[in-house]
């Protein structure tokens, strides 16, 4: 099987002039975890995660401690602080965003689920031409290939 | 050689490679114009004082994974019971005393984190508590022979030893910390005056598991405490520093069996490399008699206002230190003290102006310390950058408070500290 096959074709994106707040109706809006960036012509320039805009409003020792467990009460950070919802307010997606990873919609599931495990990612942006045709979940795909292995499973099984 | 000093103080060149370039060029230099050999090169590395800074960063390093800083950190900030004043103390305390052994700069990396931390849950800005832990440690490890690389040094040239450190720098070191608390406690007095909102938070901090491997940490430090009982007894027993250093690490490695690999990527080398590049440096400078129009300027004060020229020195070395790393800074002022004695000047005294100089110079500038500046650089990913204008307006008067204090004990203990 290929991508093109288990993706999704309705892709939520937005341009790289949007702000966070934009970044976060999407979210709210659509239920979903990733946003590609795209311009005018469709071809995606990055790409921003509901983890990179929570990462605005988490304590600054998330980033600076190996380990957090120890802490169990965070006390006045319960609730965002001024300045995260300062900062929040301030930036604009182009700010947040990492660079974009994408295959073609020819590509193998096999392919696809290795450069989604090397770049730590939940979705994949999928290109034909260049252009942004979908986006596939770490679900989608994952899913779509146990589904053809355990097919497999059962077809040997039968021979068997 | 001017190029390569100016390109350290520049920062554009990355040190290490500045002081291998410059010894290379030294050498080079020195055979060309036969001023400086090889041999004499060597000879200028004090293999004693590089022994004993690797050794402590081997204990150091089998000690860091422990998250033993972090929870001395963690503990000053459950012991504060989240007041301002109180945290303060015994951040900066904490800081300071660990500092006394270990090199300040590992800890502040460690235990900064945690600081930002408690600060952040306490709703309070990191940037005092920051600054204490640097500004206090920068004092205080002078006071022993191994808590600072200027220590060090000084104890190698001048023959001092750990306990000699103790009784004659430690207690001028113990005022300057006094002093630097009040001076701390002066120039935050508006944050230090506020109330957290839910000072109790800090209860909920769990020190047990912050601190990851208690077995590895109880037996790095029982080393240690032998260590520290070898340096006591150094003379007596005829060993140099540099050997129970390495003999500690190597036993502690024995013992606690880490993975050699990761502890020794830990180990500071390019710390090492530049300690000796710049031996070769200011050894060549001295062979080349650069030093000598110095010395006969000051070889006649330190024959007669000794005690003058202590305090021109300490003050000079402040200076420098607050501009420079004190390394190369401490390096040149052995030779210097060197070429005096040699001129006949009784330089045993001056050996501490020298200790007291590097260590509360520091305080003046962000880029005064290594401390300082890891400091600056965790308070730039946070929400409170410190900038290198409020370090100064900060630090600058701890730094003049320390160094007046530190000439008027040094004028006031002179006869004690030259025997």
Request: one cysteine or more; a negative charge.
């Amino acid at each position: 099987m290929e991508i093109r096959e288990c993706m999704k074709r309705e892709v939520i994106s937005l341009p790289h002039t949007a702000t966070i707040g934009d970044a976060a109706r999407a979210v709210i809006e659509h239920h979903i975890g990733t946003l590609p960036i795209v311009d005018e012509a469709g071809t995606p320039v990055g790409v921003t995660t509901i983890r990179a805009i929570i990462q605005i409003f988490l304590p600054d020792f998330v980033s600076l401690l190996a380990d957090i467990d120890f802490v169990k009460d965070y006390g006045s950070l319960r609730t965002p602080s001024p300045g995260s919802l300062e900062k929040a307010e301030s930036l604009s997606v182009a700010d947040i965003m990492a660079a974009p990873v994408a295959v073609e919609d020819d590509c193998s599931l096999i392919r696809a689920l290795s450069v989604m495990h090397k770049h730590h990612l939940r979705d994949l942006l999928v290109l034909k031409d260049g252009k942004l045709v979908g986006i596939a979940s770490r679900v989608d795909i994952g899913r779509a290939f146990l589904v053809g292995w355990q097919t497999s499973r059962a077809g040997i099984l039968e021979a068997a | 050689m001017a190029a390569i000093i100016a390109l350290i103080l520049s920062d554009r060149l990355d040190r290490t490679i500045a002081a291998m370039v410059g010894a290379a060029v030294m050498v080079g230099a020195g055979i060309l114009l036969g001023f400086y050999s090889e041999a004499q090169a060597l000879e200028a590395i004090e293999f004693d004082a590089l022994a004993l800074l690797l050794g402590m960063m081997i204990l150091v390093s089998i000690l860091e994974p422990t998250g033993f800083f972090q929870y001395v950190a963690v503990m000053a900030g459950r012991l504060s019971r989240g007041n301002p004043w109180r945290l303060m103390l015994l951040l900066g305390g904490g800081t300071a005393f660990v500092s006394l052994f270990f090199n300040n700069v590992t800890t502040v990396v460690l235990v900064g984190p945690v600081t930002i931390l408690i600060t952040e849950l306490l709703g309070l800005s990191p940037v005092p508590f920051l600054m204490a832990q640097a500004l206090l440690s920068d004092t205080a490890d002078v006071g022993t022979s191994v808590g600072d690389p200027a220590s060090v040094l000084v104890a190698s040239a001048s023959g001092y030893s750990f306990v000699d450190f103790l009784t004659h720098a430690m207690p001028i070191v113990l005022v300057a910390v006094l002093v630097t608390l009040v001076m701390l406690r002066l120039l935050f007095s508006h944050e230090l005056s506020m109330r957290p909102a839910n000072p109790q938070v800090v209860n909920s901090l769990d020190a047990a598991a912050a601190l990851q491997d208690r077995r590895t940490a109880r037996r790095v430090l029982i080393v240690l405490a032998v260590t520290i009982g070898l340096f006591i007894f150094q003379q007596t027993l005829h060993l140099t520093s540099g050997f129970i250093a390495l003999s500690a690490s190597a036993a502690a490695l024995v013992w606690v069996q880490p993975d050699v690999r990761e502890v020794l990527a830990r180990v500071e080398w390019l710390v090492l490399l530049f300690f000796i590049g710049i031996f070769v440096i200011v050894g060549g400078l001295e062979a080349a008699g650069a030093f000598e129009p110095v010395t006969t300027v000051l070889a006649g004060l330190g024959r007669t206002q000794p005690m003058l020229l202590g305090i021109a020195i300490i003050w000079v070395v402040a200076l420098l230190s607050a501009l420079v790393d004190n390394v190369p800074v401490t390096i040149a002022m052995i030779s210097l003290l060197e070429g005096l004695a040699a001129a006949g000047v009784d330089v045993s005294a001056l050996w501490w102006a020298v200790v007291f100089g590097a260590g509360f110079g520091g305080n003046a500038t962000s880029i005064g310390s290594g401390a300082n500046i890891v400091i600056v650089s965790l308070s730039e990913r946070t929400r409170a950058p410190i900038t290198p204008r409020l370090w100064s307006r900060r630090g600058l008067p701890v730094a003049f408070a320390t160094c007046v204090a530190g000439s008027i004990l040094f004028a006031l203990a002179f006869p004690w500290l030259g025997r």
